[in-house]
């Protein structure tokens, strides 16, 4: 064993072994960590606020650029949620970027998630993997038609959108398992490693 010397990772090893903490059951030794971690993130997001603002309008305006304005008044107007009596202010503000959203979201999703991927779907059929992607898609997309009457060979295609659905879901929490797996080795190998020096 060859304990490192870096405070760092000492700092580091001790919140990881406290946050791991929990899986024995809550205790203020979690608590804490959690407040730390809170607390820092918090810090962090204030330092990087007021790095933008710096960046987006005190040398924007330095430099003459006056659009900068309209922004800045539509900030200031969502500060008025706090004023009572004064809450419309800042649906207005908060209108913009909505409407802005919606309207580049209108443009792009049936480009992007409706016709692309009806073409992408359909054009691989010259392949084994294709006609599956293909088979799946249609199965699945009978399986949610409730509009027309359920005869057998509906009720035949559903189930088998349904078996596609339920190995997609396998597929997806698999790979969500996989991550947290990820998630945890990189802490336990700084502490194994980088702190007690066990591995390398």
């Known amino acids: 064993m060859n304990l490192s010397s870096d405070p760092w990772i000492w700092i580091q090893a001790?919140?990881?072994?406290?946050?791991?903490?929990?899986?024995?059951?809550?205790?203020?030794v979690f608590s804490?960590?959690?407040?730390?971690?809170?607390?820092?993130?918090a810090a962090h997001g204030i330092i990087m606020s007021i790095q933008n603002l710096k960046?987006?309008?005190?040398?924007?305006?330095?430099?003459?650029?006056?659009?900068?304005f309209i922004p800045i008044i539509l900030g200031v107007m969502l500060l008025a949620r706090f004023l009572r009596g004064y809450t419309w202010v800042s649906r207005i503000a908060?209108?913009?970027p909505v409407g802005v959203g919606a309207g580049v979201a209108l443009r792009a999703i049936p480009g992007a998630q409706i016709w692309k991927q009806?073409?992408?779907?359909?054009?691989?059929?010259s392949s084994v993997d294709g006609w599956i992607m293909l088979a799946g898609v249609v199965s699945t997309i009978v399986f949610f038609?409730?509009?027309?009457?359920?005869?057998?060979?509906?009720h035949t295609i559903g189930q088998v959108g349904l078996g596609f659905m339920c190995i997609t879901f396998g597929v997806?929490?698999?790979?969500?398992?996989?991550?947290?797996?990820?998630?945890?080795?990189?802490?336990?190998?700084?502490?194994?490693?980088?702190?007690?020096?066990l591995i390398k």
């Open 94 to 96: 908060m209108a913009v």
């Open 55 to 68: 960046s987006l309008v005190v040398t924007p305006l330095g430099q003459g650029k006056t659009i900068v």
């Open 172 to 197: 997806t929490f698999a790979g969500a398992i996989l991550t947290y797996i990820s998630i945890f080795y990189g802490p336990a190998g700084n502490v194994l490693g980088q702190w007690l020096g």
């Open 14 to 28: 001790i919140v990881v072994l406290c946050v791991f903490s929990f899986l024995y059951k809550d205790n203020p």
């Open 32 to 41: 804490s960590a959690q407040s730390f971690y809170v607390g820092a993130a």
């Open 118 to 125: 009806l073409a992408a779907t359909a054009a691989n059929v």
């Open 145 to 154: 038609l409730f509009t027309t009457r359920q005869n057998s060979t509906i």
